[in-house]
C-alpha cells in the first residue's frame, strides 16, 4: 500500500516503556510532527500507528525526555514493531503566583490605600487571638487526620456490630453494681416464693 508521493505506509506497533523497569508507561504521545497526527498509548503502553516510510516519529511523556525513531525510506515490510525505552528527566516548573488583582500596579495601589488599625497592641494581640482560634476550629483535617479519624470511625463501627458500644458504660465493669447483685443474692431476692 503506497500513500501520496509513492511513500509506503507501515504500520508501527511498539511499547513506551520506563528505562528502569521496562513497565509500559500510559498516556504517552506517539506523533509523527510533520504530519500533525499521532496517538496515546494504553494503560500497558502499547500503541499503534500508521506511518510513512522515512517518517521521524517522536515519543514524548510528562517526567521523560522525548525519544525519536526514524522509520527506514527503504522499508520494505509492511508492519515495524519497537520497545522504546523512556529516560526519566524530571522537569522544574516555574513557580505561578496568584493574586487577586490584575496587574501588580493594582496590587501596590491597594496596598497603599490599607489602612492599619489605631487600636493598641493589646487588644490587636486579643483580636489575634481570637482570629487565630477562630482559624484553628474552622480549618479542614489534613490527610494523617482525616486518614485516624476515618479509622477511628471504622473501629467505632466494628466494635458496634460485634454488641460494644464504646460510648455506653459496661454494667459488668462497674464495681458498686456488682456489688449491689451479692448483696440482693445474700438477701434472697432471687428465692422463689411458693
Do not use: C
Not at 9 to 37: E, F, H, N, W
Request: net charge positive; aromatic share 10%; hydrophobic share 40%.
Amino acid at each position: 500500500m503506497h500513500a501520496q508521493g509513492g511513500k509506503k505506509v507501515i504500520q508501527l506497533t511498539g511499547v513506551v516503556a520506563a528505562g528502569d523497569s521496562l513497565l509500559g508507561i500510559p498516556g504517552a504521545s506517539v506523533y509523527v510532527p510533520k504530519a500533525g497526527r499521532g496517538t496515546n498509548t494504553n494503560e500497558y503502553g502499547f500503541f499503534s500507528l500508521p506511518v510513512l516510510a522515512g517518517d521521524s516519529v517522536v515519543i514524548s511523556s510528562l517526567g521523560f525526555a522525548k525519544q525519536s525513531i526514524i522509520i527506514p525510506a527503504n522499508f520494505e515490510k509492511q508492519s515495524y514493531s519497537v520497545i522504546i525505552e523512556m529516560l526519566e528527566d524530571p522537569t522544574m516548573l516555574a513557580e505561578i503566583k496568584v493574586f487577586p488583582y490584575a496587574t501588580f500596579r493594582e496590587f501596590t495601589q491597594a496596598v497603599m490605600a490599607m489602612k492599619l488599625p489605631s487600636q493598641d497592641v493589646d487588644q490587636q494581640t486579643a483580636m489575634s487571638k481570637q482570629i487565630l482560634a477562630q482559624m484553628y476550629e474552622n480549618t479542614p483535617m489534613d490527610a494523617t487526620a482525616n486518614h485516624q479519624n476515618y479509622m477511628n470511625l471504622q473501629n467505632q463501627q466494628m466494635l458496634r456490630r460485634g454488641g460494644y458500644n464504646p460510648g455506653a458504660t459496661n454494667p459488668l465493669l462497674n464495681p458498686f453494681a456488682w456489688y449491689q447483685v451479692i448483696q440482693s443474692i445474700k438477701r434472697g431476692d432471687f428465692k422463689r416464693k411458693d
